[in-house]
């Protein structure tokens, strides 16, 4: 059977699968459920055009992994043929743990376990079907594998995932400002003293992309629609859980598992299989399920959802918001106060220098951290992280709810 096969794709046009086992990856129901997961939840209230899936993004990220690995082999770098594949296959399973809606509900389904985990038990159940090249890929993903650069080019601040959704988000959300020159970095990249580098040459792309990715975050990883409709889902599924008693009836058997069990990190992994039937369907049944609910505050979250009639939301600053809070609190019950009345932080900074810094290879073979010879201030200046006040509430809040 022929496994090399071509998806036609919009963002990059053909991505072919360069090796027999990503095919047989890309067929196993583990990476199938990703066709139903949204990339960017519900931010399709917002932006219509955004319906595109973890399943979309993690074969792009798949198809610039091989394109980079093949630019670092034409430079001189000793890259075995197991090697490339663990790459590419560890960054083609690297969302396989997001369960319904991703970010939104991450940690609220089961409290306390994360995609990173879920991911790598995922991975670890792969393992024992196809074998060595599945441990190898698991030792990049955990930074574990002898040749650190494999694992940067996974998890790190010019990596495969972030340069695929950048491209990907500003393609199907139509925000041109996140469009970054993807081919022209990986013909830059390179490796010094086991690190990813970028070439001189490559230095404004890479100020491009840095800056790309503060424009995509507040105008649309945290724009205040999204973020308001991700807080009101989340209150909808633990106010779903709470009075879950009356609220069974349409619910799906995994879905209902999950809410009905306390379930720990510890106690996760004999559910996994479950879990892994978990898609963003099971939620949308869910919620236009609870519409009806007789309990007044979930049928308001969930019909605020299914219906998009969303909170009000406002960005303020610290003290304006905690005014206004006080203000807002008299009109509300203690149990509405808990799912109606929703107030926090977003926090964004587009560049760590902290963490896994970006680094430029000059013309005279020296390495330089980005932000010491960027002519750009604003890259200096993208550095420190944004952190903005928000306050959500009704849009009609009615006197006699005050108790």
Same mark, same amino acid.
Request: charged share 25%.
């Given at each position: ?14 991505? &072919? ?13 583990? @990476? ?21 899936? $973890? ?28 090697? /490339?594949?663990?790459?590419?296959? +560890? ?10 809606? &991703? ?15 879920? &991911? ?12 060595? %090249?599945? +441990? ?6 955990? #930074? ?17 995932? !972030?340069?695929?959704?950048?491209? $990907?988000?500003? =393609? ?22 086991? *690190? ?17 990715? !503060? %424009? ?12 308001? /409709? ?26 209902? @598992? =999950? ?8 106690? @996760? ?6 879990? +892994? ?26 019909? *605020?959802?299914?219906?998009?009639? %969303?909170?009000?939301?406002? @960005? ?16 509300? &019950? ?22 896994? #810094? ?7 073979? *020296? ?15 993208? *550095? ?20």
């Amino acid at each position: 059977m022929n496994k090399r096969k071509i998806f036609n794709d919009p963002v990059y046009g053909f991505i &072919s699968i360069p090796y027999d086992i990503v095919y047989d990856v890309i067929e196993h129901p583990y @990476f199938q459920r990703l066709r139903r997961i949204q990339q960017l939840g519900l931010s399709t209230l917002v932006y219509p055009g955004a319906t595109h899936s $973890r399943f979309h993004h993690s074969l792009g990220a798949m198809h610039l992994m091989h394109k980079t690995l093949e630019t670092l082999r034409s430079k001189g770098h000793t890259i075995t043929e197991e090697e /490339a594949q663990a790459a590419v296959l +560890a960054i083609l399973m690297h969302d396989l743990g997001h369960g319904p809606f &991703s970010h939104a509900l991450e940690g609220v389904i089961v409290p306390g376990v994360h995609h990173e985990h879920i &991911s790598m038990l995922l991975m670890q159940r792969l393992e024992k079907e196809f074998g060595e %090249l599945i +441990a190898l890929a698991i030792a990049i993903f955990t #930074n574990r594998h002898p040749k650190k650069f494999l694992h940067q080019l996974v998890s790190g601040q010019l990596d495969m995932d !972030r340069m695929d959704y950048l491209n $990907r988000d500003s =393609f199907y959300t139509g925000v041109s400002e996140g469009v970054i020159g993807y081919d022209r970095i990986i013909n830059m990249i390179d490796v010094h003293d086991d *690190s990813i580098v970028v070439e001189e040459k490559g230095l404004y792309s890479v100020e491009k992309f840095i800056v790309a990715r !503060r %424009l995509m975050y507040w105008q649309v990883y945290l724009h205040k629609t999204s973020l308001v /409709a991700d807080l009101t889902l989340k209150n909808a599924i633990l106010r779903g859980r709470e009075v879950l008693s009356e609220n069974k009836n349409g619910l799906s058997g995994d879905l209902l @598992f =999950f809410l009905e069990n306390n379930i720990s990190q510890q106690d @996760f992994e004999p559910h996994l299989d479950r879990f +892994a039937m978990l898609d963003d369907v099971d939620i949308q049944q869910a919620l236009k399920a609870w519409m009806n609910s007789e309990d007044v505050i979930l049928r308001h979250l969930s019909t *605020s959802i299914i219906n998009r009639q %969303l909170f009000k939301i406002e @960005f303020l600053d610290e003290n304006a918001a905690a005014i206004k809070l006080a203000q807002l609190q008299q009109y509300f &019950s203690p149990d509405e106060l808990r799912y109606l009345l929703m107030s926090g932080t977003a926090r964004n900074n587009a560049y760590n220098p902290d963490k896994d #810094n970006i680094y430029i290879k000059m013309k005279d073979g *020296s390495i330089k951290e980005i932000t010491a010879i960027t002519e750009q201030w604003n890259i200096r200046s993208l *550095s420190n992280p944004v952190v903005k006040h928000y306050l959500a509430y009704p849009k009609t809040i009615r006197h006699e709810n005050k108790h």
